[in-house]
């Protein structure tokens, strides 16, 4: 059974930053993309950013583009999300997402990932 589990949510002050984890476990992630979504209240969930399965390319929202950075370690079966310079519209719950084996690119749409973790809540205060 895969597992993804997001740590490091919290409350911050707008302009802070806060690094988001999420380890997979259940199956190797090497051979996957992998992607961070969130959803603010009322809203639908929203695409944040990706990476391919070497960690080599990303691709991320225009909206936290030159604020947040994706990376990834396979030897750990983890993903990060160094989230720099947060706005109080970045206030969401934020999910990891894994792509099924061999699917090795990352991706922007949430129905090509075939796993997720429960989120974590980040709130960022004006």
């Known amino acids: 059974q895969v597992q993804l589990v997001e740590s490091g949510g919290g409350l911050v002050q707008a302009g802070g930053s806060l690094r988001l984890s999420c380890a997979t476990s259940?199956?190797?992630?090497?051979?996957?993309?992998m992607g961070w979504f969130r959803q603010a209240p009322g809203k639908e969930r929203e695409f944040v950013g990706t990476i391919n399965w070497r960690g080599d390319r990303t691709n991320y929202a225009d909206s936290v583009k030159g604020r947040f950075t994706i990376s990834r370690d396979n030897a750990k079966n983890t993903v990060t999300l160094q989230m720099n310079n947060l706005k109080p519209e970045d206030t969401a719950v934020y999910y990891c997402?894994?792509?099924?084996?061999?699917?090795?690119?990352?991706?922007?749409?949430?129905?090509?990932?075939?796993?997720w973790g429960q989120g974590t809540q980040v709130t960022v205060s004006s």
């Open positions: 997402a894994l792509r099924k084996a061999y699917d090795y690119s990352g991706s922007s749409a949430s129905s090509d990932y075939a796993y």
């Open positions: 259940g199956r190797l992630t090497g051979n996957s993309g």
